[in-house]
């Protein structure tokens, strides 16, 4: 045992470095991400609303809209987290997501009378749009304590969300069989219970710059892929053979075990700044190295000077700064570069979403057994989560080294998109293993481009508002091609197929489609939209590419540098506001 940790005292002081450092937020934000991806289950259950509320794929799809609109609109959660500290906001998004999901699992297994189609939307829209309380307050503050490493944060946190789903199946098989029902009840209860349990540890905490974090992030990267390999490998198994109950619940034992690893990587960095600050400040008797936050900073930034008039207000959202610096809320949603981010995304993050909500009507049409449907599922999410993590760190490491603009990836990432709507569209023999792994793949590559392209070019004073209006197209893509293409256009051929068998449409009853032509009309369409997405987004490769071609941080770095020096003039560890450098 250390000298250190001889005694009560130093023990209960590492614990407490431990438990209130930066370390320690990034593990909680981790666990948090790992059950917060409930959207992308969509998939697994969707069977059982149908069936048993008898709606046809259009009211399924309408469904499915308000499903992505809930868990993409997080404006108001980006507004929210700007008035009240994250413990706030985590809470507020916990009581969302029980309440909204536990009324979807009453309403399907008929312990409540059966919802209009307008209530179960609502009850949609409530629980998946609770993820972007919890999300919000975890990545955008992870984000603040770690601004030079905010595109690895971004997509190792972002790609904990897109593999929540596999994580959660494994979970659910564990916890309830093959009862798809109660897949409901668990993403009721789960997601709810973890954020509640790491309230006081998600804050904005004191600029401590961290010469090898990109390092540790990389660890925590190694461990997460893991996790992902070795569910990968579980899933081929799972296809091959029928688990029981027993087997599923030492493969969901395993996937905890891996999710709580992280934490020796945080006690094992804690230990070595704990050394550190040992070695050079001999005599310090504050063992608190990290500064804490109150809620007070956290509600009580310095009051805006509201002298200006109507005329000079309008102005400045059309005078807008240097990419880079901090644009107002107005400014980046007015400007160019924004306009041209979301019709891009609209139409790359609205075409996956549509094969992605669309994954177990596409497969019962092609004659796949409702057993493969889980692996669809648990692909498309492990591919979802690769995409984030290989698009934040990738993109990372290519800029650092080669000046290469992120939004030159996203349009690649977008073009690539289109080849797995062809697959669906024509109706490749076993493609489909093929397809949900690019959809997976697209998305997830996409969403945390998107955040690191926002945060660089509009700045990180009001991240947590402009990271959820770039998820604004999330919904609108998937109302034009989940219900207005998808859901319509598959209707038609079901109706289609039911006339000429001699038999009339019965309303209110299940609709089904089989074969190729159910959605061959539907992905040709988001095929030539995710293209048009492609051209867009070049625009703003064109628009950036001096940006990108600047060191992107240097003013960020050159600020943080003047601070640290003040700091060590004043020859003490201060307890100054956290966010003071950033906002």
Known sequence: MPAEFQSWKGIKAFTFQTLSGRWFMVFASLLIMSVNGTSYMFGLYSGDIKSSLGYDQTALNTLSFYKDLGGNLGFLAGLIYEIIPPWMVISIGSIMNFCGYFLIWLSITSRIPNPHLWQMCLYMCIATNAASYSNTAALVTCVKNFPESRGSVIGLLKGLIGLSGAIITQIYHA???????????????????????????????????????????????????????FIMIIIIIQNKFSFRRAEYITTASVVTLGLLLPLAIVVREEFKLWKSKKQAMNSQTELNIVAENTILQAISPNPPK???????????????PERGEDYSILQAVFSIDMVIILISTTCGVGGALAAIDNLGQIAASLGYQKRTISTFISLVSIWNFLGRVLAGFASEILLARRKFPRPLLLSFVILLSSVGHLLIAFGVPNSLYFSSILAGFCLGAQLPLVSTIISEIFGLKHFATLYSVGSISSPIGSLIFNVKVAGLLYDEEATKQLERLGFAREPGKELKCAGVSCFRSAFLIIAAASF????????????????????????????????????AGQGAVETAPATGDLK
Request: a positive charge.
């Open 175 to 229: 916890s309830y069989g093959n009862n798809s029902s109660y897949a409901i009840l668990l993403v009721a209860w789960l997601p709810a219970i973890v954020p509640l349990l790491f309230l006081p540890v998600i804050r904005t905490m004191k600029f401590d710059r961290h010469q090898k974090e990109l390092k540790v992030f990389y660890h925590f990267l190694y461990v997460a892929i893991g996790i992902a390999g």
């Open 306 to 320: 509201l002298k200006l008039t109507l005329l000079t207000w309008f102005t400045q959202i059309f005078n807008q």
């Open 532 to 567: 048009l997405g492609f051209l867009v987004s070049i625009g703003l490769v064109w628009r950036t590419k001096e940006f990108y071609k600047s060191d992107v941080y240097a003013k960020f770095r050159g600020e943080n540098e003047a601070a640290s020096s003040s700091e």
